[in-house]
């Protein structure tokens, strides 16, 4: 049973691809409860209302017949008809976004998470801000025209300016701190293993699984925002690290793809994704791609990937599942959640970390020990030559590692 109770809302969107669906879920996740849809025709959005004349009419009905409703939008509203609709419906209005940054906000638990998400609603709320701007600020200068100072909307939009400059350089220190902690695990020289993919795929399940972690796994959108770090040993005695990373999600908010930048930048040092897909999604080919999309958009288009096809507990069509694992690139189907496919999936890894050859020349400085040992160790060096700074050589590696020692390749 639950402590409090949960806020009564109506959503309004396109009904397409199970959109209202995910809507639903992260209403959910923020504590509220769906009481109605609203489904407006796909025509071009009002300026002023985002819905139609009708529409607006059905859904003031609607929240007549409750008591302290919430209305949230699955797309983007503009600041004028955010407000528009506030002073209109005489409710709380929320659209897409700014649910998202309310369910961050209560899911971030460390420093940097809350940098990020506290960041991400200054930049949301600031073209947001209304009030008495136009009577009450400072005017051009000349007679009849001098204003009585800055009003209080002027006044709040600086401070919030001058906190985002605050926010942007403490992120920035947090940057040049995971910079750091980067360093001890740049000398093991592991490969990195990072799990990625659409939020609630089942990454944390797997993660646990696989490293045997106590982390928070819960059937719910957006339960892990923080990345999480740990060690895992192939049966071949391989030593990696992996991470678990925050769920991706279609239609995600810019300003978190920007303020959680820091955090994604971890995917950065991967040397291979593991793109985590949840089989038993009905939406599961848009959740890939909404995936997809986003690597690309941070630059990881290039990176290896193994497709885990996970929750292949909860198919019952064999043929489905058969169909799933041709289709997706490198597929490996797997249960977090029983372990079914997850020596499979091992074994993939292990394949992935070990084939694909590149051969290249290497210029690596004397002080670089651990990468010049790298090399030797995983690939097959066909010159060396030692030089006043360094040392040269051409060698054969597999494409992971000569991913990893790519900024030594002449």
């Known amino acids: 049973m639950e402590k409090t109770p949960r806020e009564k809302t109506i959503i309004v969107g396109y009904e397409e691809n199970g959109t209202l669906d995910e809507l639903e879920a992260l209403v959910w996740s923020a504590g509220g409860r769906v009481l109605e849809r609203i489904t407006p025709r796909r025509l071009k959005p009002n300026p002023a209302y985002f819905l139609s004349e009708g529409k607006l009419w059905e859904l003031k009905n609607a929240i007549s017949a409750q008591q302290g409703v919430l209305v949230v939008f699955d797309d983007e509203l503009t600041p004028v008809q955010a407000r528009n609709l506030e002073a209109e419906l005489m409710v709380k209005v ?43 600020s400072r005017l051009a200068g000349g007679i009849g025209t001098r204003g009585p100072g800055e009003s209080k909307l002027e006044a709040d939009r600086r401070r919030i300016r001058a906190k985002i400059a605050v926010l942007n350089r403490q992120l920035k220190q947090v940057k040049a701190n995971r910079q750091l902690q980067r360093a001890p695990r740049r000398r093991l020289a592991w490969p990195v293993l990072a799990l990625v993919g659409y939020t609630n795929a089942g990454k944390s399940t797997l993660f646990q699984t696989l490293t045997g972690a106590a982390v928070e796994v819960e059937d719910r959108l957006f339960s892990t925002l923080d990345p999480t770090f740990r060690r895992l040993i ?42 985590v897909v949840n089989l038993a999604s009905p939406q599961r080919d848009e959740e890939y791609l909404a995936g997809v999309k986003l690597l690309k958009e941070l630059g990881l288009e290039k990176k290896p990937v193994v497709t885990v ?65 790298l090399l030797h160790e995983k690939g097959k060096v066909h010159t060396e030559e030692y030089r006043a700074s360094g040392v040269y050589l051409e060698a054969e590696l597999p494409k992971i590692w000569f991913e990893r020692l790519r900024r030594f390749k002449v």
Request: hydrophobic fraction near 45%; charge should be negative; avoid cysteine.
């Open 309 to 373: 096809l996970n929750k292949k507990d909860l198919l019952e069509n064999e043929f489905t599942l058969l169909r799933a694992v041709r289709m997706f690139p490198q597929a490996v189907a797997i249960s977090a959640q029983t372990g079914a496919g997850i020596e499979q999936l091992k074994g993939k890894v292990v394949e992935m970390l070990s084939t694909y050859v590149d051969r290249g020349a290497f210029f690596i400085p004397f002080d670089e020990g651990s990468s010049l040992s």
């Open 94 to 136: 929320l659209d897409r976004t700014g649910l998202i940054l309310d369910i961050f906000a209560l899911r971030a638990r460390t420093r940097e998470a809350k940098l990020q998400v506290e960041k991400a609603q200054l930049e949301y709320l600031l073209p947001r801000l209304s009030g008495e701007g136009v009577n009450l």
């Open 234 to 275: 192939f049966p071949n005695q391989l030593e990696t690290l992996l991470i678990d990373t925050v769920g991706l999600i279609r239609k995600l908010p810019h300003q978190l793809v920007n303020a959680f930048r820091a955090t994604l930048e971890e995917l950065q040092e991967a040397d291979l994704l593991l793109h």
